[in-house]
């Protein structure tokens, strides 16, 4: 570890702090506009905190496992950072204050509904996709000390579930945060971040597990299960 790794681990502790504090009045600005937000708008607030709970445990994990091999670059920083924008930052931000009502559009009450039922698998694989990992997870393109190719659970029959669950919830934020900015601009972020990072994820897996890697591929599918005889 070189001298300067303390001193960038404090920095991203703070500015991580920063972020959750921000992210936090952001919330509590927009539950209290319920109104003028609207029910479905609150749909997916609430499922945003609830993915938060399910994955700060996993994060602060995380933390404590030393990383084994980094393949970031510019192209990942640069989607992940298109990501954070459109499914977390522009939506809290226009329903906290309303910024972006310009852009806003009305959808049929069913849209709504749509909306909310899909919230439900995507907060199940996001959360099994989580409990399955464990302390192989990690925020990005990263092997942890010790990782294994995780092959049970929901990863038997689907190798990206976690991608799948991001492709759900992209897909009903513009039916329930009925804005141009806010809302429909999470299905062209998750879709960015698939085609970017998940080729560079299976190559650091296919470097790192070669063969064994292989196998595991021929039998999954990428975003659906895949069933053998």
Same mark, same amino acid.
């Given at each position: ?48 905190? !609830? ?22 670059? /510019? ?23 309303? /910024?972006?009502?310009? /852009?806003?559009?009305? !959808? ?35 092997? @942890? ?20 669950? !991001?492709? !759900? ?22 879709? /960015? ?28 599918? @990428? ?7």
């Amino acid at each position: 570890m070189t001298a300067s790794a303390p001193t960038r681990s404090m920095t991203a502790s703070v500015i991580g702090s920063a972020i959750m504090l921000v992210g936090f009045v952001l919330v509590v600005l927009a539950a209290l506009r319920w109104q003028a937000n609207g029910w479905e708008a609150m749909v997916w607030l609430l499922c945003f905190v !609830l993915q938060l709970v399910i994955r700060v445990p996993h994060t602060r994990r995380a933390r404590g496992i030393a990383i084994a091999d980094r393949r970031k670059d /510019a192209s990942e920083q640069l989607v992940l950072g298109f990501m954070f924008l459109a499914m977390m930052f522009l939506p809290l931000l226009h329903l906290s204050s309303g /910024a972006f009502a310009f /852009a806003d559009y009305r !959808l049929p009450v069913w849209a709504g509904i749509v909306g909310a039922v899909v919230q439900l698998p995507f907060l199940w694989l996001f959360w099994r996709s989580h409990a399955d990992l464990g302390i192989n997870w990690s925020p990005g393109l990263e092997l @942890r000390e010790g990782h294994g190719l995780v092959t049970s659970g929901v990863y038997a029959r689907i190798r990206h579930p976690m991608y799948a669950a !991001l492709f !759900l919830s992209a897909l009903a934020q513009p039916l329930l945060v009925q804005n141009w900015l806010a809302g429909v601009l999470a299905i062209p972020a998750a879709a /960015a971040l698939w085609f970017v990072r998940v080729p560079l994820e299976e190559k650091m897996m296919r470097d790192t597990f070669g063969s064994e890697y292989q196998t595991y591929c021929a039998r999954t599918g @990428r975003l659906l299960p895949k069933f053998t005889a």
